[in-house]
């Protein structure tokens, strides 16, 4: 099993900025891609910002140029910094992990909210 563990969300006013960190662990596991979703009231999940195992990323066009995802394999740990925020990124922001464990399989974390408002 892995677990992720997300921190960093919380209250931001619009034009602000915020930063997210998500730290997996568990034993004998093998994480290939890693990064962020998003759900808002009312709406589906969807990707913010994934890198994959060999460095590649991808950005959901709408917080293209706003956001950066980084990971640090050593340390197991995908970080989210958002800029410019706009009261449209309020959700709650979910760590997503595709890792090999006792198989290949995805996996979450709890969520964490991010609310964008003056």
């Known amino acids: 099993q892995v677990q992720l563990v997300e921190s960093g969300g919380g209250l931001v006013q619009p034009g602000g900025s915020l930063r997210l960190s998500c730290t997996a662990s568990?034993?004998?596991?093998?994480?290939?891609?890693m990064g962020w979703y998003r759900q808002a009231p009312g709406k589906e999940r969807e990707l913010v910002a994934i890198?994959?195992?060999?460095?590649?990323?991808t950005y959901a066009a709408s917080v293209k140029g706003r956001a950066t995802v980084s990971r640090d394999n050593a340390k197991n740990t995908v970080y989210l910094q958002m800029n410019s925020l706009k009261p449209e990124d309020t959700a709650v922001y979910y760590c997503?992990?595709?890792?090999?464990?006792?198989?290949?399989?995805?996996?979450w974390g709890q969520g964490t909210q991010v609310t964008v408002s003056s």
């Open positions: 568990g034993r004998g596991f093998r994480i290939m891609s």
């Open positions: 890198v994959s195992e060999l460095g590649a990323i």
């Open positions: 997503y992990a595709n890792a090999w464990s006792d198989s290949r399989r995805d996996f």
